[in-house]
């Protein structure tokens, strides 16, 4: 299935690339999830789809009908455990007895219905698929099924939903009025528009190697609007040992982004995994170990208030918990207070991998990450955003999008985090699956901002360069500069003011630059295209 599945990713790219004019919508995608458990399911999305005549079953499989080729397929249904408590559980499609693949997980449980999304996409026809219904160990569960529904569309409807989302989210209609200074409108006055800044955050990670790094700076600055620090915030680079503490690096490296007018998150405050904890701090326990804590927090984020939009609190929680092993659950809660008393501008995150890179890591569904969130909730400290670090190997659309509808009923900004592709695929690939996974976020309605972990080191990036060492593109750096600087910006827009004295265009979010001149009178003025779904109206006087 997964050799299957590569085959039809690189159709999808290759449609990406010869798409022009839709000719057919078909159906619109339907952006509902469910985070919490209910007393009756919902509805069938699509009323069931291509799922037809269905009734409440139980069962640990269930049989597809016939599925077309050359197709990306979105599934949901409702599900209840039968006689068990709660289970971490994931819908596992099997084709033609091909290799299984993970198309949707969550938590489901006895006394309610959870809703399970996400889907899978096919290069071929299967004259025959299964579902099978798996625990965390790969065995089968029975489940109640109810409002299955499995809804087919083409590639090519499959991008017109997200040039619909991107054109609706991402876009605003302005109108400029030219007129004299009695306000008569002008006719034939010439009008140039430039975008010259971007609203939605889209950023790269970097490393100290920018500092007095012209190259490296200018090719940063003619892309990105936002940052983060690789690893020069994180608690083994600023104190390696303890009480010796010292911030020289991200001192300079934010220098340069404030020069810059970047936003820049910050990244991070603790990280639960014990191989990246400073090995002085896993000596502590108790008293020491908790002062520490509190120590970290309020040296870190007193030097930096008020300069990161974000912190990401407790990194990879869902996977790891050193910092309550040794202190007990409550250990988070005291963090995230902390932390939002010391720096209460600041919105405070989760961050955590493999939520909408697989299904398969059940410690990493988004029922999983909402109940981790409703736990420091629960103590009385609000989360302000989701961070999903997104680091892909081969990214399968209709689940990315699934998650992201789940999480996005939570309410709060959803943020990819270190976007990347695996480098165990070759450098074309990466740069496939990148304009894949970019396509996909960012069309999304509730996602708020990307970050790239493409930070330039000198052996290196992490997992994918955009460049190579003198900052030539590498295919994955195309993909970027076709998206960020051609498709998804403005650029230069210019006509004639009409019989009304008016001049109308589309354009990105951001701020705008207007030249207007009529028989040797100029004017020249900037406004913001902000969300709204208005048409933006502004005027210009000659």
Not at 311 to 340: I, K, P, T
Not at 447 to 455: C, P, Q, S
Not at 485 to 494: C, P, Q, R
């Amino acid at each position: 299935m997964k050799y299957r599945q590569l085959i039809f990713l690189k159709f999808f790219v290759s449609f990406l690339v010869v798409f022009s004019v839709a000719t057919e919508d078909g159906p619109t995608y339907d952006y509902s999830g469910y985070i919490e458990c209910k007393n009756e399911p919902e509805d069938p999305l699509y009323n069931g789809g291509i799922i037809v005549n269905q009734n409440q079953s139980v069962s640990s499989t269930f049989v597809l009908p016939n599925l077309s080729g050359n197709t990306i397929y979105s599934f949901s249904s409702w599900v209840k455990l039968n006689g068990s408590n709660a289970t971490a559980i994931k819908a596992s499609l099997s084709v033609d007895n091909d290799t299984n693949i993970c198309i949707g997980n969550v938590i489901a449980k006895s006394d309610c219905w959870s809703f399970i999304k996400g889907g899978f996409v096919l290069d071929s026809p299967a004259s025959y698929a299964m579902v099978y219904i798996l625990d965390s160990y790969g065995n089968k569960h029975n489940v109640t099924l109810a409002s299955a529904s499995l809804q087919p569309f083409t590639p090519q409807q499959w991008q017109n939903n997200q040039e619909n989302s991107i054109d609706k989210e991402r876009k605003r209609a302005v109108t400029i009025h030219v007129s004299d200074v009695n306000g008569e409108s002008i006719q034939g006055a010439r009008v140039i528009v430039e975008q010259i800044s971007r609203d939605f955050p889209f950023g790269s990670a970097i490393s100290k190697t920018i500092i007095g790094n012209i190259p490296y700076q200018k090719w940063l600055l003619e892309r990105f609007n936002a940052a983060v620090f690789e690893n020069e915030l994180k608690w083994c680079e600023t104190e390696p040992e303890q009480g010796i503490i010292n911030y020289t690096i991200p001192d300079q490296m934010l220098d340069f982004i404030r020069a810059n007018q970047i936003t820049v998150r910050g990244h991070n405050i603790f990280w639960e995994d014990p191989i990246y904890i400073p090995s002085w701090v896993q000596n502590l326990t108790g008293d020491a170990l908790n002062s520490a804590i509190k120590s970290r927090i309020q040296s870190l984020m007193s030097h930096y208030k008020n300069q990161f939009i974000h912190w990401d609190v407790s990194n990879e929680m869902l996977h790891f918990d050193f910092y309550e092993q040794r202190l007990g659950q409550n250990v988070s809660l005291e963090m995230f207070e902390l932390a939002h008393e010391t720096d209460p501008l600041a919105l405070l995150f989760m961050n955590d991998f493999n939520v909408v890179e697989t299904c398969g890591d059940l410690n990493s569904s988004a029922a999983a990450y909402a109940a981790r969130m409703r736990e420091v909730e629960e103590g009385g400290v609000m989360m302000d955003g989701v961070g999903l670090e997104g680091h892909f190997v081969t990214p399968n659309p209709p689940l990315i999008r699934g998650v992201l509808d789940q999480l996005a009923s939570l309410g709060l900004p959803i943020w990819l985090t270190e976007v990347d592709i695996s480098n165990t695929l070759d450098q074309e690939t990466q740069g496939n699956y990148l304009e894949i996974v970019l396509r996909e976020v960012y069309s999304h309605p509730s996602v708020n901002g990307i970050m790239l972990w493409t930070a330039m080191d000198p052996n290196g990036c992490y997992q994918m360069c955009l460049t190579d060492s003198n900052f030539h593109n590498l295919p994955a750096g195309d993909v970027v500069d076709k998206l960020l600087l051609k498709e998804w910006s403005t650029g230069v827009v210019n006509g004639q003011s009409d019989f009304d004295g008016t001049f109308s265009f589309d354009g990105f979010f951001g701020e705008y630059m207007v030249n207007v001149d009529f028989q040797n009178r100029t004017s020249n003025s900037t406004f913001y295209l902000s969300k709204g779904d208005e048409t933006t109206h502004f005027s210009i006087h000659l």
